[in-house]
T-cell receptor
Framework: NAGVTQTPKFQVLKTGQSMTLQCAQDMNHEYMSWYRQDPGMGLRLIHYSVGAGITDQGEVPNGYNVSRSTTEDFPLRLLSAAPSQTSVYFCASSPGRATEAFFGQGTRLTVV | GESVGLHLPTLSVQEGDNSIINCAYSNSASDYFIWYKQESGKGPQFIIDIRSNMDKRQGQRVTVLLNKTVKHLSLQIAATQPGDSAVYFC??????????FGIGTKLQVIP
């Protein structure tokens, strides 16, 4: 049971480049979320999904897109990277709303 | 909206002592609370949770206390060990509100 798998672990982008952060879970969880973690600001919700085909915005959605075509996968797309998107990104899944979340190992993204 | 905060950004404790990490939340509609532990370079890991119909919940060496009157919860770690050194986050959710995380407290265990 791998849990939540994120790829890549590290990434450096130039301003204006696009990329997709991958997230997959093998626990058949309905809920999946993307967070960014910045020093002194805790985890902030970017986008989330309550099931395949359903996504919604979180606290800081600007500059990011998501889709949920399958229960297992929830990729996060940066359309045009900006230095302000330098952060550590975490994907999480959970079986329901008020339940514990399982986090991936994170992707450290640097935009130069 | 929900805001969740911690009183102490860094807590240093002697190995073997008990640790207490505090957290305040602002949304009185919050009904589910979680504590996570995050070690360096890793994702947050679930420690213990509590629902609003409880005041106290115990796990292995950890206890969470919830005071709904003052919107405060705490995490107590008994006999703190070096492996407990990490950043601890509280999180709260309520109704259809999304989970909100605090900024975290760094626990340093002195051998």
């Amino acid at each position: 049971n791998a849990g939540v798998t994120q790829t890549p672990k590290f990434q450096v982008l130039k301003t204006g480049q696009s990329m997709t952060l991958q997230c997959a879970q093998d626990m058949n969880h309905e809920y999946m979320s993307w967070y960014r973690q910045d020093p002194g600001m805790g985890l902030r919700l970017i986008h989330y999904s309550v099931g395949a085909g359903i996504t919604d915005q979180g606290e800081v959605p600007n500059g990011y897109n998501v889709s949920r075509s399958t229960t297992e996968d929830f990729p996060l797309r940066l359309l045009s990277a900006a230095p302000s998107q330098t952060s550590v990104y975490f994907c999480a899944s959970s079986p329901g709303r008020a339940t514990e979340a399982f986090f991936g190992q994170g992707t450290r993204l640097t935009v130069v | 909206g929900e805001s969740v905060g911690l009183h102490l950004p860094t807590l240093s404790v002697q190995e073997g002592d008990n640790s207490i990490i505090n957290c305040a939340y602002s949304n009185s509609a919050s009904d589910y609370f979680i504590w996570y532990k995050q070690e360096s370079g890793k994702g947050p890991q679930f420690i213990i949770d509590i629902r609003s119909n409880m005041d106290k919940r115990q796990g292995q060496r950890v206890t969470v206390l919830l005071n709904k009157t003052v919107k405060h919860l705490s995490l107590q770690i008994a006999a703190t060990q070096p492996g407990d050194s990490a950043v601890y986050f509280c999180a709260a959710s309520g109704g259809y509100q999304k989970v909100t995380f605090g900024i975290g407290t760094k626990l340093q265990v002195i051998p």
